[in-house]
């Protein structure tokens, strides 16, 4: 017997929902069941209904791929393939045993993890017994002998009684968890093809946050395949949010690093160009009524993202940057990039900016860029930028 193949219903957990207040909690709900019948139709899952249950959310399909897909949600914290009964002891002992029936095997022990919620004349404890003396029965009848062991099992079978139906399954499928996307409003960030503003922007993607991607294009300083492998992230980080599609903006900024080159102190060149995508992000920010600037910075990553320098790009700007990284290893970013499908394309070839100077800044002091910036059209720069963007759905 085939117990995976008999699935008739996937159980869908979230977390931080549950704290929240009962009219908060509802419209996360309901935006999370949107989330997940985008997410559904991304992967060609087919399914009858998606319900609500205190608690709960069940995706009424018995398609393999649908656990799976369901966990790659923003805010489900663990998905599981179910099967259903009636919400009686009876009903799920039964289950419990057809279940048992060919996954657990000869020589194997098992444990009944139980849980019930609503109005029963029963308790968890006698729920898992009862269960357990069924599958305990069943194994016997087929001339098995069978074991149990509550703490380190050879096989778990859970069944849920909750009020109108039990639910019997035999694991989990890990979930991103988070916050449905779509609850915290929407921010801008600046997405390069690197491996970490990819990263960065998934991280604000999973608190619920719309994106809206800025690609600042250094050309002639950069080439082609930069530009290719920073698009190619966009669309892998689109499959994480269907439903809620991208409008992205590619910036031209090639001409104010040739003005900085070519009238400001060369060492400084990275932090003025720095300023300037935040100024320009900020201005796309406000046309977009977003709320925030989302970079990849990670302190102490490179001798640019000191803290002096991360201070002096945004002195006198009043910009509301978010650092999703800041306090990551190179090695944690890169298993996050692993796992959310950005790392092969961020590794590809690409030309590096061939404007960063010889002897780049890397203790920047704050009153000494606005003089820089003065012996440029600063203004004028970041408005020609985004006069000449190029702004795309994805």
């Not at 039964?94 to 022990?109: K, M, Q, T």
Request: some cysteine.
């Amino acid at each position: 017997m085939d117990y995976h193949m008999m699935n008739d219903i996937v159980i869908v957990r979230y977390g931080e929902l549950a704290l929240k207040s009962s009219s908060v909690r509802n419209w996360y709900e309901k935006t999370l069941v949107n989330n997940i019948e985008s997410m559904l139709k991304q992967y060609g899952v087919p399914y009858s209904d998606i319900s609500r249950e205190w608690g709960r959310i069940f995706i009424h399909s018995a398609d393999p791929d649908a656990p799976k897909a369901a966990a790659d949600v923003f805010g489900v914290v663990s998905t599981s393939p179910a099967r259903t009964t009636e919400a009686s002891i009876e009903a799920a002992a039964r289950l419990c045993a057809e279940v048992a029936d060919g996954f657990v095997r000869e020589d194997e022990s098992f444990a009944i993890r139980a849980k019930r919620t609503g109005n029963h004349d029963f308790s968890s404890r006698e729920l898992g017994m009862k269960c357990g003396d069924a599958v305990w029965a069943m194994l016997e009848s087929k001339g098995m002998q069978p074991s149990v062991d509550l703490t380190d099992p050879d096989r778990e079978i859970f069944v849920e009684m909750r009020q109108k139906y039990a639910y019997v399954f035999t694991g989990q499928v890990q979930g991103v968890g988070g916050l449905p996307l779509g609850t915290q409003g929407k921010m801008v960030s600046l997405i390069s093809g690197g491996i970490d503003s990819p990263v960065a922007t998934w991280m604000m993607m999973k608190r619920g946050v719309e994106i809206i991607p800025i690609y600042c294009n250094n050309e002639p300083f950069s080439d082609e395949r930069g530009r290719q492998r920073t698009m190619e992230c966009i669309d892998q980080l689109q499959k994480w949010c269907p439903g809620h599609p991208f409008k992205v903006y590619e910036v031209p900024n090639g001409q104010n690093l040739r003005a900085f080159i070519d009238n400001c102190d060369r060492a400084k060149t990275c932090v003025l160009c720095k300023r300037t995508m935040y100024r320009i992000a900020l201005e796309i920010m406000n046309i977009e009524n977003a709320s925030g600037i989302i970079t990849g910075s990670s302190l102490g990553q490179v001798a640019s993202q000191t803290a002096a320098n991360m201070y002096a790009e945004v002195y006198g700007l009043c910009a509301p940057l978010y650092h999703p990284l800041i306090g990551l290893d190179k090695d944690e970013i890169v298993t996050i990039a692993k796992r959310i499908g950005t790392f092969d394309i961020s590794i590809k070839p690409a030309a590096s900016c061939a404007a960063v100077p010889q002897h780049p800044e890397v203790k920047a002091k704050s009153a000494s860029l606005p003089p820089e910036e003065s012996k440029v059209e600063i203004e004028d720069m970041v408005r020609y930028s985004i006069a000449n963007a190029k702004v795309t759905k994805v």
